[in-house]
């Protein structure tokens, strides 16, 4: 069985030969990915290539303020690169600072476009831009990709959009305090986000489509009444949209998803990640198997953290504990809850990936 077929096997819920063994972020097929061109990950992305089973992640085209009204400028501070994003918004300027290290391959916010009720306003008469797909390279990956995967195109929901305006606390804090502004957010950002899926979907993007957004409405942060109202009510149709293309639609939503579960079971996702376990989530992975009864594919639920900083040992007996409690009944993909950002790699962040991948081959066939 090619992983191509084992995956799309699991996502509807058919019998596989083993269960799918994923590495998320780190994808081996894709050429521009920075850890296939970092030294340090060489060896274990030879063996992601030999030995996984590719979820091809590359995205194409997107949400964003109308490029004409933002103006982007770049300074390096003792070897970080400063971004000061400021968008000439109709009633006075919003800013914008991110920071990225060298050695560390992600993007901090460290000062976020709306700060006060009158950003908000402000923003809310702001042009969006819906920047289209390029649908011929999807192909062109895809055909590379071949027997190997499948592709996988995240898309940011309106939750998501609208809460990464904020920092995290003033977002919770206008939810409390401005609900009609934060509804108004994210019905302008629902309007883009179904045209732009509309476009993934006529340009060909597919067959996995992950949503991104849902955990900004859990528990503790949200109480279960509010991942309804910013979850469901704008996911539904999205999720709908892509079924009705043919694709299928996996919801990405870290944390507690215990009092939101049946919630989630209601939009009807073909796909769930990553499970996380006790003590970042708050169910077992057993626990969800038995709750969703087989209707929906759950890829997970290895933490991140075991494989950096567990021995070795510790991570076998994870995997087969994660093994043991989602193979029954199918509907498994087996993964980490994301992927190492460091530069160079630890070896011992290797060794543990040797180990997951090892583990899962042995104990993980049918």
């Excluded at 084992?6 to 799918?20: N, Q, W």
């Excluded at 972020?25 to 521009?32: A, F, Q, T």
Aim: net charge negative; with cysteine.
């Amino acid at each position: 069985m090619t992983s191509r077929e084992r995956l799309l096997r699991a996502l509807r819920g058919e019998p596989t030969d083993r269960v799918p063994i994923s590495t998320y972020e780190l994808v081996g097929w894709n050429p521009d990915a920075w850890e296939n061109r970092e030294p340090s990950y060489r060896g274990l992305m030879d063996l992601v290539r030999a030995s996984t089973d590719c979820i091809y992640m590359w995205d194409s085209g997107g949400i964003d303020i109308a490029p004409e009204l933002l103006q982007v400028e770049r300074r390096e501070e003792d070897g970080v690169l400063v971004t000061r994003t400021v968008c000439r918004a109709p009633h006075g300027p919003l800013t914008k600072v991110t920071r990225e290290a060298p050695h560390i391959k992600t993007v901090w916010q460290v000062e976020h476009l709306l700060k006060t009720a009158e950003d908000i306003r402000n923003f809310l008469e702001t042009p969006l831009a819906v920047a289209p797909p390029d649908g011929a390279e999807h192909r062109r990956r895809s055909a590379a990709l071949g027997e190997n995967g499948i592709m996988m195109h995240s898309i940011s929901d309106a939750l998501c959009l609208t809460s990464e305006l904020f920092s995290f606390q003033d977002f919770l804090l206008f939810c409390a305090t401005e609900p009609r502004l934060v509804r108004r957010l994210l019905d302008m950002m629902q309007g883009r986000v179904l045209a732009y899926t509309q476009a993934l979907l006529a340009t060909g993007f597919g067959p996995l489509f992950r949503i991104c957004g849902p955990e900004y409405a859990t528990p503790p942060y949200l109480p279960p009444e509010r991942f309804r109202e910013y979850v469901v009510a704008y996911d539904t149709p999205l999720i709908d949209l892509i079924h009705r293309h043919g694709a299928y639609a996996r919801l990405h939503c870290h944390g507690r998803i215990g009092q939101v579960l049946d919630a989630i079971m209601e939009m009807e996702p073909d796909g769930l990640d990553p499970v996380e376990p006790p003590p970042d989530g708050d169910l077992e992975l057993a626990a969800v198997k038995k709750r969703t009864r087989g209707r929906v594919t759950l890829f997970g639920n290895l933490e991140l953290k075991t494989l950096e900083h567990a021995g070795a040992d510790e991570v076998q007996d994870l995997t087969r504990r994660a093994l043991r409690e989602g193979m029954p009944g199918g509907r498994f993909v087996l993964m980490p809850t994301a992927a190492p950002i460091n530069i160079p790699l630890s070896p011992k962040t290797e060794e543990n990936y040797r180990a997951y991948i090892a583990t899962a081959l042995k104990h993980g066939v049918y």
